[in-house]
C-alpha cells in the first residue's frame, strides 16, 4: 500500500517539491525521502532562501519548518499565499501549538505536521490535499 501511494506521486512528472528546513539532519533525509516522490525537490536552509526559490519557481507542493533564521516559516507561508493562494503548503514543527503555529494556521497553512512524523503519515496527508483538487 504504502508502495503503491509512492508510485501514485512519483509517476506525476509535474509534481515539485520545495523543502524549507534549517536542521540539516532534518533536511537531507527529507530530501532523500521526497525524492521518491518528486524527480524535482528543491531545498533551501532558511526562509529567506525558501522565498527566493519560490519565486524562481512552481511547486506542487511546499513544506516548510517554522522556526528558521532570516525569515519565519510563517512569515514564508504568508508570502507565499499572498502571491499564489492554492499554494498546497505542509508546516513541519516540533511543536503541537503555540503562536508561531497559530500564525502559520492564520496564514493559510494546509496542514500542520509534528516532527517526526513518519512516511505514512505524509502520503496521508498528500492523499487528504490532492483528493480535495478532484
Known amino acids: 500500500m504504502l508502495k503503491d501511494k ?11 517539491i520545495l523543502i524549507v528546513e534549517d536542521e540539516v539532519m532534518v533536511l537531507q533525509p527529507m530530501e532523500k525521502i521526497m525524492k521518491y516522490l518528486s524527480k524535482r525537490v528543491m531545498t533551501a536552509n532558511d526562509g529567506f532562501k525558501g522565498w527566493e526559490l519560490y519565486q524562481k519557481n512552481p511547486f506542487s507542493l511546499v513544506v516548510t519548518d517554522l522556526q528558521m533564521p532570516n ?30 503555529v497559530e500564525e502559520a494556521k492564520k496564514n493559510g497553512a494546509d496542514f500542520i505536521l509534528e516532527k517526526p512524523f513518519s512516511l505514512a503519515t505524509f502520503l496521508e496527508v498528500l492523499d487528504e490535499v490532492y483528493s480535495l483538487d478532484q
Not at 71 to 100: C, D, H, W, Y
Open 6 to 16: 509512492l508510485e501514485k506521486y512519483s509517476q506525476n512528472e509535474n509534481f515539485s
Open 71 to 100: 525569515m519565519s516559516g510563517s512569515e514564508l507561508v504568508r508570502n507565499i499565499k499572498t502571491l499564489n493562494p492554492n499554494q498546497v503548503i505542509i508546516v513541519i514543527t516540533a511543536f503541537r501549538e503555540g503562536f508561531e
